[in-house]
């Protein structure tokens, strides 16, 4: 991840306005709990021009801290106290020192890894217009260089939770890789929109198969996303961690039933097993469908259509044997993962 170049400062603030626009769509309370950031003159100016026009809202938390100097003062606090445990677990007097010259002398607050104890910030120390981004971990008090870009890193992680709320994403790989126009040139390189309302952001390439990275892709609504994988003609599926929606298991159908129906089918093997995975419309609903047994398959729809196909399955004659809202996949302790 290369820094931006301070040249590039109109393209940042245009960059920073579609991302805008996206978390103002799809993240809630984004728009009702946005305030302006107004940084200082130390702060670099790119870093500046992107929290002018993008703002900031505590939806982003998760992910990413508030720019505003103030987080600095509560990041010391939390960097002196895993300093005070970390020399206390090695004992009194060992590993004077050890920390000196961590923390740089000017620094911005990126995110905080409450359980992994994990703090990333930007190292505004060498006058860099984009700084890179460090991690600080408290088994230690290490640190190492994490990103080359703050502008980059933090606009991959705005995309990353925008894309995270409700069925909104799906992980797939295809050959050959799908194609598009950027969306944010200077800001996210690897984002390309497909169409109204779809996007492909490829992460790091650990998250898809061994060898080859997936294609993060996020969409407004997975009917949008059904429709889109109806249309390819010369793409295979390599890889897919299955679209997002709520989930319809349905027991009772024969071969010959589901061949009436008229879905697309893909097929491809993965780890030396054969996988399939279907789109279309079915009772006037987009679906996704995967194969589950004998008989059995996993309708996956909008929450919006679940009621939809429940009653078109029953009019076929089929079971249903599960019904599982998105939002019962997605949950940590406390309540829902995101909303």
């Known amino acids: 991840m290369q820094p931006v170049e301070n040249s590039q400062v109109d393209a940042v603030r245009r960059d920073a306005a579609q991302l805008r626009r996206l978390c103002e769509q799809l993240l809630p309370r984004f728009a009702s709990t946005r305030q302006p950031v107004r940084l200082s003159e130390r702060a670099p100016t790119l870093v ?10 505590p939806t982003l938390k998760f992910l990413v801290s508030s720019p505003e100097e103030a987080e600095v003062l509560a990041a010391t606090r939390l960097l002196e106290k895993w300093r005070a445990r970390g020399k206390a677990s090695r004992g ?5 020192g050890a920390d000196a010259g961590l923390v740089p002398s000017s620094f911005r607050v990126v995110s905080v890894n409450a359980e992994e104890h994990e703090l990333f910030i930007a190292d505004e120390s060498g006058g860099d217009v984009d700084p890179p981004v460090l991690v600080l971990s408290s088994g230690g008090l290490e640190r190492m260089k994490f990103s080359d870009s703050y502008l980059r890193f933090v606009t991959l992680e705005i995309l990353r939770l925008v894309f995270s709320v ?6 797939m790989a295809f050959s050959p890789p799908l194609v598009g ?3 944010f040139p200077v800001l996210a390189p690897s984002a390309l929109s497909l169409g109204e309302g779809l996007w492909k952001v490829v992460p790091e390439p650990a998250v898809g198969p061994v060898g080859e990275p997936a294609e993060f892709i996020g969409y407004t609504s997975l009917e949008r996303f059904v429709t889109y994988l109806q249309g390819l003609s010369e793409h295979a599926i390599t890889y897919t961690g299955r679209p997002r929606g709520d989930l319809v298991a349905v027991e ?6 589901m061949q009436a129906l008229g879905l697309k089918w893909f097929s491809w ?9 279907a789109v279309g419309k079915v009772g006037g609903v987009e679906v996704s ?6 008989g059995m398959y996993c309708f996956r729809v909008t929450p919006e259509a679940r009621k939809s196909l429940v009653k078109w399955v029953e009019k076929q004659g089929f079971r249903v044997r599960d019904v599982t ?4 996949q997605f949950t940590i302790p406390g309540g829902v993962l995101f909303e």
């Not at 409700?166 to 992980?171: A, H, K, L, N, Q």
């Not at 093997?269 to 995975?277: A, G, V, W, Y």
């Open 48 to 57: 500046r021009a992107f929290w002018e026009e993008l703002g900031y809202s």
């Open 92 to 96: 009194k007097g060992a590993g004077a």
């Open 166 to 171: 409700g069925p909104t994403r799906c992980t």
């Open 181 to 183: 126009t950027p969306a």
């Open 252 to 257: 009772g159908v024969s071969d010959e039933a």
């Open 269 to 277: 093997t993965f780890q030396k097993r054969p996988q399939r995975l």
């Open 289 to 294: 469908v995967d194969p589950l047994g004998p």
């Open 325 to 328: 809202p998105w939002k019962d």
